[in-house]
């Protein structure tokens, strides 16, 4: 490994390099091979390039940004198509908030579907709809053309949670906050993507892809990294079904975003607008791009597009601090930025290591779920954010800097 400027190089013989911003934070053995193992394949364009928030995934690491030329990895760009984030400050100050956010959780928790039951036999899961209320129709009418002709082609799509997930909150590391800045402003920032009709979509090109390898006798250092060459007959489906899904992962968060706001009012007298700014930016998507003279398709699998200007978001754990941030083109790392913090343990590890009092300790002043079904997401399953963001000063600036006081998880 060689180190210049802000991020290291990893080159082996046989495969194309990694860059690294790195620096200061951990990036465990795990994922370096797996990292490694991306770089072999034949079509990466130049280099691979690794965010601070680099932790292991399945087939591709978290917090990686893969270029590539005449095909593209659908394990990589992963299940939750165009998760990301959205974020809007209001006009509210710390002040014109309650002493208690018990209320305010609770109404928009009411509005927001969030979570999923268990041993429903035959019920409505919670965290859907059952009748899908006017505004989420009325959003679903800009999605369902192109709903309609994916259907044509995958018979299959019919039978997901499409509709019924649209302004949905979903499970795991998605969430709603209630934030203040530097200047005591009040923020609403929340995280999610395209739920389950997205996760349908992905893990059948995933799958058509593992049998096209097996098919033409393609060996792979993981098979994960199964990949649709462009021009072939499933690569067109393929783009066109994840670009569907990356519009449905945006409306989503607009949704929500509308019925958070619309809570917060029905329990502050104080009237109070929420288009000072606005981001809603992904996480996890594919996008044709222009790199180091060739247009390219380039993944990024939880990193953040941060052109020259660009705003984005950059989430903490449910404990701490998390940023809005402005781009400033970095070349080097295909103008990109990490999409948060990190894990440092797996949720299995989470709930085995971390006890629910020293939970209750790491969110201390928020108000939100304290239970042991969230131990998984506790702060300390994660990277500080605060070293995260020093391992890419280079990559983003610090607009503002937001610490939750109310959360609410799926």
């Not at 039978?159 to 649209?166: A, D, F, I, K, R």
Request: hydrophobic share 40%; glycine share 8%.
């Amino acid at each position: 490994m060689t180190t210049t400027g802000n991020y290291e190089v990893l080159h082996e013989a046989g495969h194309a390099p990694v860059k690294s911003w790195t620096k200061g934070v951990p990036f465990d053995a795990n994922s370096k091979q797996q990292v490694l193992n991306m770089a072999k394949m034949p079509f990466i364009h130049q280099w691979i390039a690794v965010m601070p928030d680099v932790h292991l995934g399945k087939g591709a690491t978290i917090g990686s940004v893969i270029p590539t030329l005449g095909a593209v990895i659908p394990a990589a760009v992963g299940v939750d198509l165009g998760c990301g984030m959205m974020a809007a400050k209001t006009t509210l100050k710390a002040s014109d908030l309650p002493d208690s956010l018990e209320a305010m959780r609770s109404q928009i928790e009411r509005r927001v579907p969030h979570g999923r039951g268990e041993n429903l036999r035959g019920q409505r899961d919670p965290g859907s709809w059952g009748d899908a209320p006017d505004d989420v129709l009325n959003k679903w009418l800009t999605l369902s053309d192109g709903f309609q002709r994916l259907c044509e082609k995958h018979p299959f799509l019919k039978n997901t949670n499409n509709l019924s997930h649209l302004g949905t909150l979903g499970t795991g590391n998605h969430f709603i906050e209630v934030c203040l800045d530097e200047t005591q402003s009040v923020w609403v920032m929340l995280h999610s993507g395209s739920r389950g009709v997205g996760n349908k979509i992905g893990t059948h090109f995933i799958a058509q892809a593992k049998r096209d390898m097996e098919r033409y006798f393609i060996n792979l250092p993981d098979k994960d990294l199964a990949y649709i060459p462009e021009g072939s007959e499933h690569f067109r489906d393929y783009v066109e079904a994840v670009a569907w899904a990356q519009d449905f992962a945006q409306a989503n968060r607009e949704v929500m975003m509308a019925r958070t706001l619309q809570a917060i009012r029905e329990v502050l007298p104080k009237p109070f607008s929420a288009d000072v700014a606005a981001v809603n930016c992904h996480h996890n998507y594919i996008r044709k791009e222009h790199h180091y003279g060739q247009d390219v398709w380039v993944t990024r699998k939880g990193a953040v597009s941060a052109r020259a200007g660009e705003m984005g978001i950059i989430p903490g754990s449910m404990g701490a601090k998390s940023y809005i941030v402005r781009g400033l083109g970095n070349a080097e790392s295909f103008c990109s930025c990490s999409h948060g913090a990190g894990r440092v343990m797996s949720r299995t590890e989470a709930k085995r290591r971390v006890s629910l009092d020293e939970h209750k300790r790491a969110v201390a002043g928020v108000e939100c779920r304290t239970d042991a079904s969230v131990i998984d997401e506790t702060p300390s399953a994660y990277k500080p954010i605060e070293k995260v963001m020093e391992a890419q000063s280079d990559l983003v600036e610090i607009m503002h800097t937001l610490k939750q006081v109310l959360c609410v998880k799926g």
